[in-house]
């Protein structure tokens, strides 16, 4: 059985800082890209960042410079540090895992979510 869970989300004040956290569970997790996406009341969920079984990392322009997602292969953790935080950050988080083969997705698992909530 495949679990994701995420930690960390919260009420923080504008410009402040959070960090994410989603620990898996029934995957090889050295094999998946894992990723972060978001969803804002009333809008689409969109992808915030993500991070290869490589290492390498992809984020969207709107958190380049602020947030950075790295991953734990002995804790099957990946982590998102959030800094600088604005309103229009303000979502459920939800932590994915990613395997794909020539862009053909083979296996795809998301957490429930966290909210993360940024006030002025």
Do not use: H
């Amino acid at each position: 059985q495949v679990q994701l869970v995420e930690s960390g989300g919260g009420l923080v004040q504008l410009g402040g800082s959070l960090r994410l956290s989603c620990t898996a569970s029934g995957i090889r997790f050295s094999s998946y890209t894992m990723g972060w996406y978001r969803q804002a009341p009333g809008k689409q969920r969109e992808l915030v960042a993500t991070i290869s079984s490589d290492g390498a990392t992809n984020y969207v322009d709107s958190v380049k410079g602020r947030f950075t997602i790295s991953r734990d292969s002995s804790k099957n953790t990946v982590y998102l540090q959030m800094n600088s935080l604005k309103s229009e950050d303000t979502a459920v988080y939800y932590c994915n895992a990613n395997m794909a083969y020539r862009k053909i997705v083979i296996s795809d698992y998301w957490g429930q979510g966290t909210q993360v909530t940024v006030s002025s």
